[in-house]
């Protein structure tokens, strides 16, 4: 600030802030540089045409608002910071545990799965197709009319022709069958969480079955 510590002439704070701006090349202000201007200004008015009052009254607002963002903002940060970490804490004490989180695909064990789909309004029929990770359909399931709501489906983990499937990963895909009308819907599934990791976007659940969800997308804790 030593660029405008002495500037004869300059009784408002536009003036300072056009000369603060022009020494320093920058056209932001911060807090430090706001304070400095407003001291200026009441060094360098002139005594016989004092600045107005209610201008020095609105600087001063103006640095009071100033002041409590940036505090604002620091305690903001810090809350954030503590709950990030709370919540994946929180995450932690799943691992291990199966939950209901909407994926399409799932490990079986060779005992069957059982899931829900999401049907979004009315339909004829629902369908949910199971396949192998190699992407060849093994199971058709025919759950019949549906409304609006979760339609919950059970596999027993055999394929059409009534023959166990061996453990593994499987996709599953549900979807109304109404000729025109068809649409796909989300399916929920039960996974066993493996481990939990933190990115940008928040706390995540990778599951047993490959795929990776947000914690707060967990429906049941199973």
Do not use: C
């Not at 003036?15 to 200026?40: I, P, W």
């Not at 695909?105 to 199971?130: A, F, K, P, R």
């Amino acid at each position: 600030m030593a660029a405008v510590d002495n500037i004869p002439g300059i009784r408002s704070l536009s003036d300072l802030t056009a000369a603060t701006q022009q020494a320093s090349g920058s056209d932001k202000l911060g807090r430090d540089e706001f304070l400095t201007l407003m001291v200026q200004q009441l060094k360098n008015q002139d005594p016989m045409n004092p600045a107005d009052s209610q201008n020095f009254l609105a600087q001063l607002a103006q640095f009071s608002t100033l002041e409590g963002i940036q505090n604002l903002n620091t305690s903001v940060d810090a809350m954030a910071t503590q709950l990030k970490a709370t919540t994946t804490m929180q995450a932690t004490a799943l691992v291990g545990h199966a939950v209901l989180v909407p994926t399409d695909q799932v490990l079986m064990q060779g005992n069957g799965i059982s899931g829900n789909v999401n049907v979004t309004d009315s339909t004829q029929n629902v369908e949910v197709d199971i396949s192998n990770a190699s992407g060849t359909l093994v199971k058709r399931l025919n759950l019949g009319a549906a409304s609006a709501g979760d339609v919950n489906f059970q596999w027993d983990g055999t394929d059409d022709a009534g023959n166990p499937m061996p453990a593994g990963i499987y996709k599953v895909k549900a979807l109304s069958n109404d000729g025109s009308n068809a649409s796909a819907y989300t399916v929920d599934l039960p996974e066993l969480v493996m481990s939990v990791s933190l990115d940008s976007s928040g706390v995540k659940l990778n599951l047993s079955g490959g795929s990776t969800v947000a914690a707060s997308d967990v429906k049941e804790i199973q």
